[in-house]
């Protein structure tokens, strides 16, 4: 959110509570601030005319107050709502709005659960590991909903499992990936688990892993091929440098 502007000066006598987390916020610069960094968790509970009546009242937006109201009346989404108080505000500048867009409309129908998965990838993309790991296991310690995909809860497994090896915590990645593969069945779950266990077994328990599974064996080739590959470009990348670096000595040894 390094796009925050502040641009009002207005502070409420009298905070408005989100309920939810029960969080108090006392300028419109911490409303927006809570609504995007929580774009994944809003829901129905934020639409409000209590909400309504503390920008009217307390910080002086009557316009604002307005505009939410007449959404309320006819109504409007949640998406509508939350885009109008962030478009008033002015705080967030245009490349912002349109990726606060952009994500609220992809959550519009997700469910909440799913809203929570979406939040937790997210994160994971960006590098936020531990923030990651953290929304995952809250995901699979809350009851179970029996109304998303049956695989489902196997992706939430994998995204540990990602996570995990991003903090080079091999044993706990592999033990992820493993419970992934066995709700989804996905073959591509295999080759992350067998780089997470090769990383943290011994050899001897490496290879006695192999032998269990004819699949394994086939995977494992695959890895190894693809290190060749990878060895060699490096390899042929390096040789370029070095003929380029020796030219370039020759050149001025010649001058």
Not at 19 to 39: A, M
Not at 95 to 122: C, F, G, S, T, W
Not at 127 to 142: F, R, S, T
Request: glycine content about 4%; charged content about 30%; hydrophobic content about 35%.
């Amino acid at each position: 959110m390094g796009s925050l502007v502040l641009c009002h000066d207005k502070h409420a006598a009298h905070p408005y509570e989100i309920t939810r987390i029960h969080c108090k916020i006392f300028t419109i610069e911490e409303l927006c601030y809570y609504l995007c960094n929580n774009l994944y968790l809003i829901d129905y509970t934020i639409m409000n005319e209590q909400l309504c009546a503390w920008l009217d009242e307390e910080l002086g937006m009557h316009d604002l107050a307005g505009m939410l109201r007449d959404v309320i009346r006819m109504h409007g989404t949640v998406e509508k709502f939350v885009l109008t108080i962030l478009k008033y505000s002015k705080i967030y500048r245009d490349p912002e709005m349109i990726r606060i867009q952009n994500v609220l409309e992809r959550l519009k129908n997700q469910k909440d659960i799913e809203r929570q998965k979406y939040k937790a990838d997210n994160l994971l993309e960006s590098g936020e590991i531990e923030e990651a790991i953290l929304v995952y296991q809250a995901i699979l310690n809350q009851e179970k909903d029996e109304t998303v995909d049956a695989k489902f809860y196997g992706r939430i497994y994998a995204g540990l499992g990602a996570a995990y090896g991003k903090q080079f915590l091999y044993q706990e990645s592999a033990k992820m990936y493993d419970r992934a593969y066995q709700i989804c069945e996905d073959r591509a779950l295999l080759k992350p688990y067998l780089y997470a266990s090769y990383k943290y077994m011994s050899l001897e328990e490496y290879h006695i892993l192999l032998t269990k599974h004819d699949e394994y064996v086939e995977i494992n080739a695959q890895m190894r091929q693809e290190m060749e590959d990878i060895k060699e470009n490096l390899q042929l990348e390096l040789n370029d440098v070095m003929l380029e670096k020796w030219k370039r000595q020759y050149r001025r040894s010649h001058i």
